[in-house]
């Protein structure tokens, strides 16, 4: 299977932990995406990255959270000192380079569901 | 005011019925339109794209208005299998930083 995969699926953890998530977006995809979704609603926009660089970063993303892709290939997640707010969905969502395939279709991964009790 | 709106649903239909969702968005710059499906506990997957003229794929036609900044997609003859949750999103542009913004989603039950 070669497409967007992350790690771990499922976490529980008690507030105050730290939990980090791993992304492997498809190969060839220079742009990676962290989406945060909850019961109910759309996923958010937490950060991107187009290759090793992170261009954006939501007003969501406080400093408890940081993102890191440093090759351009497979991206982390940290959530430092959970709090039970964090829990939902974590997304990663990958696409190829502006001017290949569609224009933002973006390849979702299964996510990496949090729980913090 | 949120960038992506959309009805909130959810929606129960029988088989057969035609059924209707819209979205509004608030950037008027915005250049690309899609709905993406996502099944209970599963990931979004891109359903279609909606072009200005509007396009259809089978069952399912897309319409985008730009003066009303709204995107609406219909589903005709709907299927058992059309049950999910429904995501309009928006891009701004094909510029480096941009990223898809996701409305909160419409739910379909299609029931037999």
């Known amino acids: 299977d070669t497409g967007v995969s992350q790690d771990p699926r499922h976490k529980i953890t008690k507030r105050g932990q730290n939990v980090t998530f791993r992304c492997d977006p498809i190969?060839?995809?220079?742009?990676l995406y962290w989406y945060r979704q909850t019961l109910g609603q759309g996923p958010e926009f937490l950060t991107y990255?187009?290759?090793?660089?992170?261009?954006?970063k939501s007003r969501l993303l406080s400093d408890r959270f940081s993102a890191e892709r440093p090759k351009g290939s497979f991206s982390t997640l940290e959530i430092q000192r959970t709090e039970q707010g964090d829990s939902a969905m974590y997304l990663c969502?990958?696409?190829?380079?502006f001017g290949q395939g569609i224009t933002g279709e973006l390849f979702f991964g299964e996510g990496s569901r949090l729980t913090v009790l | 005011r949120k960038e992506v709106e959309q009805d909130p649903g959810p929606f129960n239909v029988p088989e057969g019925a035609t059924v209707a969702f819209n979205c509004t968005y608030s950037?008027?710059?915005?250049?690309?339109f899609f709905w993406y499906r996502q099944d209970c506990r599963k990931e979004p997957k891109l359903l279609m794209s909606?072009?200005?003229s509007g396009n259809e794929d089978g069952r399912f036609t897309a319409q985008l208005n730009r003066a009303s900044q709204y995107i609406s997609l219909l589903i005709r003859d709907s299927k058992l299998s059309d049950s999910a949750t429904y995501l309009c999103?928006?891009?701004?542009?094909?510029?480096?930083?941009?990223?898809?913004?996701f409305g909160e989603g419409t739910q379909l039950t299609v029931n037999p």
């Open positions: 950037n008027s710059a915005s250049q690309s």
């Open positions: 999103a928006v891009f701004p542009k094909e510029t480096s930083g941009s990223r898809l913004t």
């Open positions: 909606v072009y200005s």
């Open positions: 190969s060839e995809h220079n742009r």
């Open positions: 990255f187009q290759n090793e660089a992170q261009l954006e």
């Open positions: 969502a990958s696409s190829p380079p």
